[in-house]
């Protein structure tokens, strides 16, 4: 069974500070990792997405991949109380058809 | 900025009623997707669609389910006889290839009575 691990928190941390959210894969084919944003009743938002080792920055957001470990993570700065969301860590397996497996997500608050 | 729709955002329909949810993904995409997401759980992959033809489908995706991309930018879900355990979230997504974005509809929120 191909799966992704996240902890589903709530992960709290106070406006300004930098949340670190993590993910673990099982296949070691997995080809590209992706992360998403839901709030509560709408679709998954893009946030970022990698495919290499090592570090993807984009804005506030930072993307850090290790292959060998089979983690993923995400490191969102200067976190902001509208950051508060669920956040879906999301493995693209090695099927050739681009499925993705999501995990259960982690709920994030941040306070003001 | 190109996104995928989806239509309607909300589908209320009756036990043994056969529902079709509509999407339009992103113009030069080539891969197409179904997922669904029950209340309070984890996305869930139902079918995938390349070339005009299944490329991939999940063990809910029973015979119950079908796709059909009957032009060249609608990409439909049917289930032919509604069950409770329908009931859901039910978002259309998209993509170019392996290395590259997927992004998702708005979804529509399915329920059976």
């Known amino acids: 069974q191909k799966e992704v691990e996240q902890n589903s928190g709530p992960l709290s941390v106070p406006e300004g500070a930098i949340a670190s959210l993590n993910c673990t894969y099982s296949?070691?084919?997995?080809?590209?990792f992706f992360w998403y944003r839901q709030y509560s009743g709408k679709s998954p938002e893009l946030i970022m997405f990698i495919y290499s080792n090592g570090d993807k920055e984009d804005g506030r957001f930072t993307a850090q991949l290790n292959k060998a470990s089979q983690y993923v993570s995400l490191l969102i700065r200067d976190s902001q109380p509208s950051d508060s969301a669920t956040y879906l860590c999301a493995v693209n397996l090695n099927t050739g058809f681009q499925k993705l497996v999501f995990g259960t997500g982690t709920r994030l608050l941040v306070s003001p | 900025e190109p996104e995928v729709t989806q239509t309607p955002s909300h589908q209320v329909t009756q036990m043994g009623q056969e529902v079709i949810l509509r999407c339009v993904p992103i113009?030069?995409?080539?891969?197409f997707y179904w997922y669904r997401q029950i209340l309070g759980q984890k996305v869930e992959f139902l079918v995938s669609?390349?070339?005009?033809?299944?490329?991939?489908k999940s063990e809910i995706f029973d015979d119950q389910f079908s796709v059909e991309r009957p032009d060249g930018s609608n990409f439909t879900l049917k289930i032919r006889s509604t069950k409770l355990e329908d009931s859901a979230m039910y978002f259309c997504a998209s993509t170019q290839g392996t290395f590259y974005e997927q992004y998702f509809g708005p979804g529509t929120r399915l329920t059976v009575t």
């Open positions: 113009s030069n995409h080539l891969y």
């Open positions: 669609f390349y070339n005009n033809e299944i490329s991939e």
């Open positions: 296949d070691r084919g997995s080809q590209s």
